[in-house]
């Protein structure tokens, strides 16, 4: 009996140590992903983004109607710094003017 209940407790504690460390690791991208979120809130962007899928549903699934999709976001956004897309969790910011790149260039070095 004795030998039943060690095996048996030994498959539990690698059962919660497998839990633990997952619920470790979605906590940690969570709150990645929220902390961004939260970063580019005040940054235009293209439309509402899913939690996750960001504004992937929004696009066109033809290649000639995404390309066309694009300019129309540019010609519409033309007046604006930056734009903000999100591809699944990753954000992307579109610049548009000179001034802004500049801005960005000599901040990294």
């Not at 059962?15 to 690791?25: D, E, F, P, Q, S």
């Not at 540019?74 to 591809?87: A, C, H, R």
């Not at 990753?90 to 901040?107: D, G, N, S």
């Amino acid at each position: 009996m004795g030998l039943i209940l060690g095996a048996y407790t030994l498959g539990f504690v690698g059962a919660a140590a497998c839990v633990l460390l997952l619920t470790w690791l979605t906590y940690q991208l969570l709150s990645g992903y929220l902390h961004s979120w939260k970063q580019l809130k005040p940054i235009p962007g293209i439309g509402v983004p899913y939690p996750l899928l960001g504004n992937a549903l929004q696009f066109k699934s033809n290649a000639g109607d995404f390309f066309c999709q694009l300019v129309g976001y540019t010609k519409e956004f033309q007046n604006t710094p930056l734009l903000k897309v999100w591809i699944g969790p990753i954000p992307f910011l579109i610049l548009y003017h000179a001034e802004t790149i500049e801005v960005f260039a000599f901040t990294a070095l």
